[in-house]
């Protein structure tokens, strides 16, 4: 097997590891939460007979651990079980999941955009006005928790002035019915990113200013644009790889939030429900579909990170 082979499966293995002991985590605290699938879901006028049967059919009166693996040997076929209302899992989730991955694309391509603009800009006049007033303002937006900028885009954006609808309404496919009922929600979710990703740009890109060949590129009097798109940006692109990788976990994250202010048809309500309803199979689908989706995009940033700049950054690990 090839050194880059073995790396990418050692690091395919980890990712693995730790979502199953996240999934593990998840059916313990959902074990713990008062009440159980059956109580939650039960209809007035149900004996104590009624409650038993009802548990015995969700599988409630076994043990976890055998519930919990019963669950994860399905994970391989795309089984994820089946909800305390008697769905499919995936059939619950194969609606308001591609919403969410719609809300959270946008919202990371405004944010990559953004901070690219944003830090790029600061970076061609370091030390200046420009790059200390960013880097004020990057930390004042990442710091901004995403239910406390959503209330103000409402207030701002919506309620004050009647600019956006703030609400989302669904269309006949289970779509928002009209692209202007994203713009709140991703906004939202792409405000504290566009700071986090502003910073790690600007931060990458200082980086490579103190090297030697763009200080020589600055000797040689080129033009502060060329030296930043030719010599700084190509060296800094696996840190901002990395940092994009993150900002997606960090939105998949925001979304449950997000989603549930704006009343998005997305997996956040799908995730508020299920955990009312202590619906375990529910609740372990959505880490699962959504911790798959945030570990093959960190992957991903770790295979370009060492495909340009070595394993040696990496501790010098093989």
Same mark, same amino acid.
């Given at each position: 097997?090839?050194?880059?082979?073995?790396?990418?499966?050692?690091?395919?293995?980890?990712? #693995?590891? %730790?979502?199953?002991? @996240?999934?593990?985590?998840?059916?313990? !605290? +959902? &074990?713990?939460?008062?009440? /159980?699938? *059956?109580?939650?879901?039960?209809?007035?006028?149900?004996?104590?007979?009624?409650?038993?049967?009802?548990?015995?059919?969700?599988?409630?009166?076994?043990?976890?651990?055998?519930?919990?693996?019963?669950?994860?040997?399905?994970?391989?076929?795309?089984?994820?079980?089946?909800?305390?209302?008697?769905?499919?899992?995936?059939?619950?989730?194969?609606?308001?999941?591609?919403?969410?991955?719609?809300?959270?694309?946008?919202?990371?391509?405004?944010?990559?955009?953004?901070?690219?603009?944003?830090?790029?800009?600061?970076?061609?006049?370091?030390?200046?006005?420009?790059?200390?007033?960013?880097?004020?303002?990057?930390?004042?937006?990442?710091?901004?928790?995403?239910?406390?900028?959503?209330?103000? #885009?409402? %207030?701002?954006?919506? @309620?004050?002035?009647?600019?956006?609808? !703030? +609400? &989302?309404?669904?269309?006949? /496919?289970? *779509?928002?019915?009209?692209?202007?009922?994203?713009?709140?929600?991703?906004?939202?979710?792409?405000?504290?990113?566009?700071?986090?990703?502003?910073?790690?740009?600007?931060?990458?890109?200082?980086?490579?200013?103190?090297?030697?060949?763009?200080?020589?590129?600055?000797?040689?009097?080129?033009?502060?644009?060329?030296?930043?798109?030719?010599?700084?940006?190509?060296?800094?692109?696996?840190?901002?790889?990395?940092?994009?990788?993150?900002?997606?976990?960090?939105?998949?994250?925001?979304?449950?939030?997000?989603?549930?202010?704006?009343?998005?048809?997305?997996?956040?309500?799908?995730?508020?429900?299920?955990?009312?309803?202590?619906?375990?199979?529910?609740?372990?689908?959505?880490?699962?579909?959504?911790?798959?989706?945030?570990?093959?995009?960190?992957?991903?940033?770790?295979?370009?990170?060492?495909?340009?700049?070595?394993? *040696?950054?990496?501790?010098?690990?093989?």
């Amino acid at each position: 097997m090839l050194p880059g082979a073995g790396r990418a499966a050692r690091l395919v293995a980890r990712r #693995l590891a %730790l979502l199953t002991a @996240l999934l593990a985590a998840v059916f313990a !605290a +959902v &074990t713990v939460l008062p009440g /159980d699938a *059956a109580n939650a879901t039960s209809e007035r006028g149900e004996t104590a007979a009624d409650m038993a049967v009802r548990r015995a059919a969700l599988g409630l009166d076994r043990p976890l651990p055998e519930r919990f693996w019963d669950w994860m040997t399905g994970l391989p076929t795309g089984d994820l079980g089946t909800t305390a209302h008697g769905q499919p899992v995936t059939s619950v989730l194969s609606g308001p999941f591609p919403n969410t991955l719609l809300l959270g694309g946008i919202a990371l391509a405004a944010s990559i955009l953004g901070a690219l603009t944003v830090g790029c800009w600061a970076a061609l006049r370091p030390g200046g006005r420009l790059d200390r007033a960013t880097a004020v303002l990057a930390t004042a937006a990442f710091a901004l928790p995403e239910f406390v900028l959503s209330v103000v #885009l409402l %207030l701002g954006l919506s @309620l004050w002035t009647g600019w956006l609808p !703030a +609400v &989302t309404l669904t269309g006949p /496919d289970g *779509a928002p019915a009209s692209w202007e009922m994203l713009v709140l929600p991703a906004l939202a979710l792409a405000i504290p990113q566009i700071g986090w990703n502003t910073r790690i740009v600007r931060g990458a890109l200082a980086d490579q200013a103190a090297l030697p060949h763009v200080r020589a590129a600055v000797l040689d009097g080129l033009p502060r644009r060329r030296v930043l798109t030719h010599h700084m940006l190509p060296g800094a692109l696996p840190a901002i790889a990395v940092a994009v990788a993150t900002s997606a976990g960090m939105l998949l994250g925001g979304a449950v939030v997000v989603e549930t202010l704006f009343n998005y048809p997305g997996i956040g309500a799908v995730l508020s429900g299920a955990i009312t309803d202590r619906d375990t199979p529910l609740v372990a689908g959505v880490v699962a579909v959504t911790g798959a989706a945030i570990s093959t995009l960190l992957l991903l940033a770790d295979l370009i990170r060492d495909r340009v700049l070595g394993p *040696a950054v990496r501790g010098g690990q093989p």
